[in-house]
C-alpha cells in the first residue's frame, strides 16, 4: 500500500512517501526571517535525524562563497563527507537560499564513488533501481570550459556504469554552468556530441536544467544525473509534452520538458527548468518579470493537469530569479493565483538567456 504524509512549519517541508517495506523523505529547508546558513544547517540535521533515513543526495543551492566557511556545518549535519553534495554558489543576495535532501528507509544505499570521492548513490524499491549522482566536477579546472564539460559527462558515464547502468537509463539532468550566459552554446555543442555518442537520440531524452552557478572548484560545470533502471514490465518512463510549448530540440535544445515514470501504484513526474518561452521557443514578456513568473507558472501548471497532477503533488523544486529583487513575485503570484504552498527553495541564478528573467524546476509524485 502506498501512502502519503507531509509535515510542514516555518522554514520546513518534508514529504514521506511509504511503499511496502520502503520510505522515501523529500526534505525541503529555507531559511527563516535573517537566518544565517549555521542555523539552517543544524535544522537540517535535525530533519534528517527524525525521519531516521539514509541519504541519497543532498543539495545545497544560491550559498555564496562566504559561505563556505559553514560547509562544515552541514557536512556534519549530513553524517559526514560521504554523501553526494552540490553546492552551488550565487550571491545569498537577500538571503535567497536552501537545502534539498534526498533520503530513504527500509531498504540499503550503495554509495558511488569517482577517484575516491562520494558522488552518487544507488538504492531498490522492490521494483526500481534508482541511481542519483550529485555534485560532478571536472578534476582540472584550468582546461578550457568545454573541455571540462566533456569531462563531466565522462564522469556521468563511469558512475552509472559502476551502477550496472547506461546513459540510456537516464531521466534527468541538472546543469550549473559558472558564466553560463558566456558558453551556453559550446555547452550544448558537448552536451549534444555526447548525446550523439550515446544513441541518446534514439530513446528517452532526459528532464534538464540548465542554469547559472558557481561552485567550490571554480569549474565551468557542476552537474547532476537520476537514472532508473527495472525488468519490471509494469514500469514505463516516457516523455511529456508541453501544452504551451514546443518540443525543446526544436530550437537546438537537447531535452524533454518532463519526463514521467511511471509504476504500478504511483507516478513521478519531473518537469525541466521551464521559463517565458512561447511555442516557437522565443523568449516572451521582456522586461516584464511578473508576466515572465505567470507564464512559467501557466506552462509548468498546464504540464501537471495533462497528466492529472496539480501543485499539490510536488515534493521539490527550485525557483531562479535572474534578479533577487524580483523574488517576491513569485509568491504574489501563487497567492493572487490561488497556488497553494508547495516545497521550494527561492535563489538567484542567471537564466540560460539574457532576457530571461525567472525559470522553475519541479518533481511531483502522486499515486494512480
Not at 553534495?85 to 540499503?108: H, I, K, M, Q
Not at 519490471?232 to 515514470?261: I, N
Not at 527548468?273 to 501548471?301: C, W, Y
Not at 525557483?319 to 527553495?345: N, Q
Request: hydrophobic share 40%.
Amino acid at each position: 500500500m502506498t501512502s502519503f504524509q507531509k509535515r510542514v512549519a516555518t522554514g520546513l517541508s518534508v514529504t514521506t512517501v511509504s511503499r511496502d517495506q520502503v520510505q522515501e523523505h523529500f526534505i525541503t529547508i529555507t531559511p527563516q526571517k535573517g537566518e544565517a546558513p549555521d542555523s539552517l544547517f543544524r535544522r537540517v540535521a535535525e530533519a534528517v535525524h527524525q525521519v531516521d533515513g539514509k541519504i541519497v543526495s543532498v543539495e545545497a543551492l544560491g550559498l555564496s562563497a562566504a559561505d563556505r566557511g559553514s560547509l562544515q556545518v552541514l557536512i556534519d549535519a549530513v553524517g559526514g563527507t560521504n554523501v553526494p553534495l552540490a553546492w552551488v554558489e550565487n550571491s545569498r543576495t537577500d538571503n535567497l537560499y536552501g537545502v534539498f535532501v534526498w533520503a530513504v528507509s527500509g531498504t540499503p544505499v550503495r554509495p558511488l564513488s569517482f577517484n575516491g570521492r562520494r558522488m552518487g548513490s544507488v538504492f531498490d524499491d522492490g521494483l526500481v533501481q534508482y541511481c542519483r549522482l550529485a555534485g560532478l566536477l571536472p578534476q582540472d579546472v584550468r582546461a578550457g570550459k568545454p573541455e571540462q564539460a566533456t569531462v563531466v559527462f565522462g564522469q556521468m558515464d563511469s558512475l552509472l556504469d559502476d551502477a550496472g547502468m547506461a546513459f540510456s537509463d537516464v531521466l534527468r539532468t541538472w546543469f550549473y554552468n559558472d558564466d553560463i550566459l558566456g558558453w551556453y552554446r559550446e555547452f550544448n555543442g558537448v552536451r549534444n556530441k555526447f548525446f550523439q555518442e550515446k544513441k541518446v537520440y534514439d530513446g528517452l531524452l532526459p528532464a534538464s536544467t540548465g542554469i547559472g552557478g558557481r561552485n567550490l572548484l571554480g569549474a565551468a560545470l557542476l552537474a547532476g544525473v537520476l537514472a532508473i533502471k527495472t525488468d519490471s514490465q509494469d514500469v514505463t518512463a516516457f516523455e511529456v509534452p508541453s501544452p504551451m510549448q514546443s518540443p525543446a530540440p526544436q530550437y537546438g535544445s537537447s531535452f524533454s520538458r518532463a519526463v514521467e515514470l511511471e509504476l504500478p501504484d504511483l507516478r513521478r513526474m519531473y518537469i525541466s527548468g521551464t521559463a517565458s518561452i512561447d511555442e516557437h521557443g522565443k523568449s516572451v514578456f521582456l522586461n516584464d518579470p511578473a508576466a515572465q513568473v505567470r507564464q512559467t507558472m501557466e506552462v509548468v501548471q498546464a504540464i501537471l493537469r495533462s497528466r492529472e497532477m496539480d501543485w499539490g503533488d510536488v515534493t521539490r523544486s527550485l525557483v531562479y530569479f535572474k534578479r533577487a529583487k524580483d523574488a517576491p513575485l513569485f509568491r504574489k503570484y501563487c497567492d493572487e493565483s490561488g497556488v497553494p504552498s508547495f516545497p521550494a527553495v527561492v535563489v538567484e541564478n542567471d537564466v540560460c538567456r539574457d532576457e530571461l528573467l525567472f525559470e522553475i524546476e519541479v518533481d511531483a509524485v502522486a499515486a494512480k
